[in-house]
């Protein structure tokens, strides 16, 4: 295990009964960085992301995470131990305030640490300091979304998935959530990021990663993925 990879996934497959819905991905993630995760739709990015975190068992290979194998390894342990998946759905609190969804998120941190990780996590989504107040279920859907971020980010995790976060919000709330992943990353959480808006995931991201058809068909600094992307992932028109 080199000592700056978070992540080391070796020949990970993924059987959905008969179907090979993943097979043979090998990858790396370096701590404190982005990892755009580009596929067209079905090409197996879920897949990747709920075998990581333990939602889907694979049927071959290894995920070293800080160096233990996460295979066979429940999703509550492997969240526990620092690996939290961000599916697009929110899991808050709809009738606490906001201040008490982030304060619940943190009641397992030693007590000197919860306002500290609470006021880093409003950092990366300043709207959320004007309505620590006011109940979550009245937030709107793009505050609700940065919400359940803030609550993840908090626990300042090792490695985050945030799969599809922008999915559905107005413009101006897709800018809130890249900055405060960007600000998330800044601060040393590393991030798969699985995203619609492939240009503005590369623009933010150290590597890429391309998947298509259930296999790695590219995988490379961001900065050098626009090729790829034209070559694997038939885009969508957005940008
Ligand atoms: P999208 O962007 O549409 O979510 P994706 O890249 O995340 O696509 P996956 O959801 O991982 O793709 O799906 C990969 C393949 O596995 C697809 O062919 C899909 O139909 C299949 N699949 C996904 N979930 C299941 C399941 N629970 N049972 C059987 N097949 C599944």
Redesign the pocket.
């Known amino acids: 295990m080199t000592t700056d990879h978070v992540l080391e996934v070796r020949n990970l497959s ?1 059987r ?2 008969p ?1 090979l ?2 097979h043979d991905v090998s990858f790396d993630v370096r701590a404190g960085s982005v990892t755009a995760v580009l ?12 075998a990581l975190c333990g939602l ?1 068992r694979p049927s071959a290979g290894s995920i070293l995470f800080d160096g233990t194998d996460l295979v066979g390894r429940r999703a509550d342990q492997i969240a526990r131990a620092g690996l939290m998946y961000l599916p697009e759905g929110r899991g808050i609190f709809p009738g606490l305030s906001v201040g008490d969804n982030l304060r619940m998120a943190t009641v397992s941190h030693p007590r000197e640490q919860r306002s500290e990780n609470i006021d880093r996590a409003v950092e990366y989504f300043p709207v959320l300091a004007e309505r620590l107040g006011q109940r979550a279920g009245t937030l709107s859907g793009g505050e609700q979304q940065m919400l359940s971020l803030a609550r993840a980010l908090a626990l300042r995790p090792p490695l985050v998935i945030a ?2 976060m922008s999915l559905g919000l107005a413009p101006k709330m897709v800018d809130m959530v890249f900055e405060g992943l960007a600000a998330a990353a800044a601060a040393g959480t590393s991030i798969l990021m ?1 995203e ?1 808006f492939v240009h503005r995931s590369l623009a933010m991201a150290d590597s890429a990663l391309v ?1 298509r ?2 296999g790695l068909a590219w995988q490379g600094p961001a900065d050098g993925a626009a090729e790829a992307v034209e070559e694997h992932y038939v885009p969508s028109g957005r940008t």
């Open positions: 993924v959905y009964g179907a819905a993943l596929g067209t739709n079905g090409a197996g990015k879920t897949t990747l992301a709920r889907v799969d599809e699985i619609q998947i058809r259930g």
